[in-house]
C-alpha cells in the first residue's frame, strides 16, 4: 500500500472517514501551518474551515496552558514521536475548554516528518464527570445535605474557629425513632421520601452559620453557633422537634415521627470536633434508651453512665477476643466479568461470640478502631487470610488474589508493612496474590507519610485497591498519587445504577477514568442480572456481591472452587465473543501457553504459526487484536504487523521480542506499525492488564469515540 498510487476510492474512502469523524482531526504542516481539518474541529473550535486552514493552532491559544507543556509537545514531534497530552484552549466565542491531543508526526518515503496529525478529545465532558463525583461525594445524594465526612470537615474547623474567637457552638445529634420499622412497613422509596421531607424542613429551621448535615440512613446533625440550651434559645430544638413530628403526607397517609436528640456543648463536651460528636452520640443513645422522642445533654444525663458499661464490656471481651479463638473470617468470591470465574476471594471478619452468635465487623470494627483493640486483630487477620490462602493451594485449588482490608489504625500506627512481609513469608504466598483493601481516609491527613506506607507496601509487591470508592472524597488525586493497582465502587452506587441515571453516569465515568489511569475496576454490591449487565456492558473488570455469593466460611468456599462454579454469561449482551485474540507465534510451547493465559479472559482466542497463517486466519473473521512473537521463520513478527496495518487499519498490534530486537521494533512502533511491545519471558498479569487496554483501545477505535 506504500508504494505506487492509492487507488481512488480508497482515497475518497479516508476523506468520508475523516469528514464524518465525530473525533476533532487536524493535519498541519512541519512549521504548523494547518492544511485539512474535519467539521468536528469546526464544531468544537467553532472556527470555521476556511478561518482554521492556513493558520497555526496558536489561533486556539489561551495563554493558560503551562510554557514546558509546549516545549515538550515540540521537542517530542520533532523527533518524530507522537505526543500525547492535554492543552487548555479557547474557542473563538472566548470559552476555555480543555482538549487531550494526540499528534503523530507523519513521515514521508525518506523516514522526513513533513506532517503532524492530530486527534483531539473535548475533555469537558469528562471534567464535568469528575465534578459530578466531587459533589456526590461531599453531599448525600438523597437529600443534598453534606454528609459524614464533609460534616466533620466543617466541624473540626468550626471549633478551631470556635476555640480562637472565644465563641460557644451546640452540636446536636439526632436519630429518628423508630425509623427502621417505618423503612420495613412502608418500603425504602416512601422512607426515603419520608427522610427527604424532614431533611427539607429542617434546612428551613438553619441559620446562615449553622451546619446542618445526614450522618447516615436515619441520622442528622446539626451544628449551632452559640448554645441552643441556653434558656431563651432552648426553642430552637422545640422547633426542630416539631418539625420532625409534624405528620408528612405520603400516598394519602400521614405520617409521623419522633427524634431522639443528644447536645454536647464547646467548650465543656468535647475538646475537638471527634469527642464533641462522641458526647452527642452517648447522649442521642441515652435519649434513645429512655423511650425516644427527648433531647439529652451528655453532662445531665446520669443515666449516660449505662452506655459507658456496656461499652467497657465491649472493650474487654474485645481485648480478649484473639487468644479465645473467636475471631473468623469468612470470604466473598470475586468474579471476573471477562471470564465469569472466581479469581479472588475478600476475608471479611466475624465475631463468634459466645453467646450472640456470629456478629458483623459493622458492630465492633469503629469501636475496636475507636480504642486501639484494632491492631492485634487486624494482624490476626492478615496472618489468618495468607494461612487460608496457603491451606487453599495445599488443596491444589488454583491461586486466588485474597483481598484484605486494613484498619485505619493498623496502617497508621501498627507496623504495617513487616507484618505483611512475616505474614507471607510463614505462609509461603506470592505477595502478588494479595491484595490490600485501603479507605480513603488511611491517606486523608497526613498525605505524605502515608505515600511512604504505601511504597514500602508496593515494594513488597502486593497489590492495593481502594475500597468504598464513591463514599469518602472520591478524589482521583488519590489515584495518581498513590499506587492504587484497583479501585472498589462502593455499593451505594451499584445499589441503584440501573434505576438512578446520574448513578448511572458516574459509574460509567468512574470506570472510563480508572482505565485511562490505567487501573482497573471492581464493583461491590451486586445483587442483580441487572446491576450485574450494566457493569459488564461498562467494561467494569470484577464484580463481587449477593448475585454470585455472600461471604462463606473457607470450607465452603473451597468447595464452591472445587464445583467449578462461575457466573455463565450465556449469549453476550453488547456481543462480547466479538473480542476476538489472534496470537501468533512459531513455538507451540509459546502459543500454547498464551492460550491458556487469555482464554481464561473470555476472549474468542484463534492462533498460528506463522504469519502466513495468521494472514489466512485474518481474511476468514474480525479480529481486534494481534499479538505476534518477533522471531519467526520466513516473516518476522514486524513485517507481519506491518502489512496487517495496512490491511487492517483498525486492529490493535503487539509484538513479542527479544531484548537484541528491540531497535526494530521501537522503529516500528514510530511508523505506527504495532501499538506496543513486550519482552520475553513476559509477566501474566502485566501481559494479560495490557491486552485489556488493548480491547478497549479497539472499541475506542471501532466506534470513533473516547471512553
Ligand atoms: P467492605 O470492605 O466494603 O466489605 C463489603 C461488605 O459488603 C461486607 O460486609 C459484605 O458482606 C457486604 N456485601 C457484599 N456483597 C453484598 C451485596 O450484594 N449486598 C449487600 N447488601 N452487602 C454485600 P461485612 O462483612 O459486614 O463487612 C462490613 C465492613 O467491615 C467491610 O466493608 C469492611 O470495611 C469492614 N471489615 C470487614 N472485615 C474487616 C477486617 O478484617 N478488617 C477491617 N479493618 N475491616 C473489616
Ligand atoms: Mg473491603
Ligand atoms: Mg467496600
Known sequence: MSEGAIPPELLRL?????????????????????????????????????ELIGATPRILKSGQTPPEVYRDL???????????????????????????????????????????????????????AAMKIEYLSTFDHLTGLPNRDHFMTNLVDSVREAAAHGRRLTLL??????????????????????LVAIAERLKGLVRRDDVLARLAGDEFALLLWDTALD????????????????????????????????????????????????SASAAMVVAKKEGGDTVRHSKDAPSAQAGMVSRFDLATQLRRVADRDELRLHFQPQISLASGEIVGAEALLRWQHPEKGLVPPGHFIPFAEETGIIVPISEWVVRAACRQARAWLDEGLPPLKIGINLSVRHFRYGDLPDTIASALAESAIE????????????????????????????????????????????????????????????QSFVRDVTTNPVNASIVNATIAMVHQLGKSVIAEGVETEGQLNFLRRHDCDEMQGYYFSKPLPAGEFAAMLRDGRRLDFGARPGGESSKTLLLVDDEPNILNALKRLFRREGYRVLSAGSAAEALDLLALQPVQVILSDQRMPEMGGVEF????????????????????????????????????????PWDDDDLREEIRRAFRAAAVAATGTTP
Open 14 to 50: 479516508f476523506h468520508l472517514a475523516a469528514e464524518q469523524n465525530e473525533t476533532p482531526i487536524a493535519i498541519t504542516d512541519r512549521s504548523g501551518r494547518i492544511v485539512y481539518v474535519n467539521p468536528a474541529e469546526e464544531r468544537v473550535t467553532g472556527y470555521s474551515v476556511k
Open 74 to 128: 515540540w521537542a517530542t514531534i520533532l523527533e518524530g514521536r507522537t505526543w500525547e497530552g492535554e492543552l487548555i484552549n479557547r474557542r473563538k466565542d472566548g470559552e476555555l475548554y480543555e482538549e487531550g491531543l494526540r499528534i503523530t508526526p507523519l513521515c514521508d518515503e525518506t523516514g522526513h516528518v513533513t506532517h503532524f496529525f492530530t486527534l483531539a478529545q473535548d475533555l469537558s465532558a469528562r471534567r464535568e
Open 173 to 194: 445529634h439526632i436519630d429518628l425513632d423508630r425509623f427502621k420499622a417505618c423503612n420495613d412497613s412502608l418500603g425504602a422509596t416512601v422512607a426515603d421520601r419520608l
Open 231 to 278: 434558656p431563651g434559645r432552648t426553642d430552637a430544638i422545640g422547633r426542630i422537634r416539631n418539625a420532625i413530628s409534624e405528620p408528612v403526607g405520603i400516598d394519602g397517609k400521614e405520617v409521623s415521627l419522633t427524634a431522639s436528640i443528644g447536645a454536647a456543648l464547646y467548650p465543656g463536651d468535647g475538646h475537638d470536633g471527634d469527642s464533641l460528636l462522641r
Open 431 to 490: 505477595a502478588r496474590h494479595v491484595e490490600l483493601e485501603l479507605t480513603e481516609s488511611v491517606m486523608m491527613h497526613d498525605a505524605a507519610g502515608a505515600i511512604r506506607i504505601v511504597d514500602r507496601l508496593k515494594s513488597l509487591g502486593v497489590r492495593l485497591s481502594l475500597d468504598d470508592f464513591g463514599t469518602g472524597y472520591s478524589s482521583l488525586a488519590y489515584l495518581s498519587r498513590f499506587a492504587i493497582d484497583q479501585i472498589k465502587i462502593d
Open 641 to 680: 504487523l506491518s502489512r496487517v496495518k495496512d490491511l487492517y487499519p483498525d486492529t490493535i498490534r503487539i509484538v513479542l521480542s527479544g531484548y537484541s530486537e528491540i531497535s526494530t521494533v521501537t522503529d516500528a512502533i514510530n511508523r505506527g506499525a504495532i501499538w506496543k511491545y513486550f519482552t520475553k
